[in-house]
């Protein structure tokens, strides 16, 4: 992720609907990446010299988007979008604002490595989400019980995960070292771009050499997951990896996600540590392994918690490699070195 600038100088991250210097309307353009001033029009949405501003931007201010073309509504994004929350819920806005951050930040990453992104509306295996949420947040919805997850390109996310407290509860309950929204979505991407990018028999078979064999019974293995003691291999990822093949490729989708998205961080801020997404890999590693051990530094120089509380294996490191070649096949090649651990 890069910050932007406004006209005046001021820098802007991605989510400003404002610059706080000079008070211009600014809105995100995805196409060309940039951060474009929006103008006042009279009776008509606000636009920039790309296009108008998405109508969730005007009417409920969760999107910062510019909409590509006079004759659409709503901005590459929220077209996205299947269900959103019940926003006669003041909370309910505010958690669907923090979805929708999250889900942008993933769009982002995804347009940076030349990954498809297409709605149903445009393509028999396009994106959906759906944020809905269950008895257990709001007792007068139907749903019983909402799992966040994904099925047939459609990806649901329960919108109570947008809820800080609730999600660190479940953090703590489920014995895990991480939770985020943008984690969440970045996981079930993973499960969708499976069904894209594994699409012959020879990856087929090279991802069961490195993940297993994914037709084992999902259920029942989750349902061994779920009601057996959760001790973590540190062969994988993280815990849940352990439970099925298909969930150990979107734990490592997502850990490809996050390194790639805070290493071009990290390098449009002039870090030494930063690189690029086309960069081998051997090379992100070292300059993640540099930069995670920085970053989990200043947090405890600022009495936080690690920022990184991963160790990557010499098995999660393979799982990497798989992953990269297929996102960026026209990377320089590998040499296969990274096949020791890389620790924080």
Partial sequence: MIDFKCTCGQILFFENTACLHCGSRVGYEPVSRRMLPLSAVAGKRPRSSAGPLCRNGEEHE??????GGEELDYCLSCRLNQTIPNLLDGSRLHWWKQLEHAKRRLIYG????NLPVAGKQDSANGLAFRFIEDRRSNPNVIEEHVSTGHSEGVVTINVAEADDVRREIERQHSGELYRTLLGHFRHESGHYYFRLLIDSERRLQRFRDVFGDERQDYHAALNRYYS??????????????????????????AHYLHMTDTLETARFYGLPQG???FDKLEDLLLKWSELTILLNSLNR???LEDAYP??????????????????CPSSPPSSGAASGETRS
């Fill in 275 to 277: 690189s690029d997404h």
């Fill in 62 to 67: 969760v999107c910062n988007w510019i909409v």
């Fill in 310 to 327: 991963f160790v990557l294996s010499g098995a999660t490191l393979r799982k990497l490699h798989f992953v990269h070649d297929l996102v």
């Fill in 110 to 113: 995804l347009i940076a490595l």
């Fill in 228 to 253: 057996g003691p959760r001790r973590r291999d540190p062969g994988f990822i993280s815990a849940y990896a352990q439970s099925h093949p298909l969930e150990d490729w979107a734990e490592v989708w």
């Fill in 301 to 303: 120089s600022m009495g």
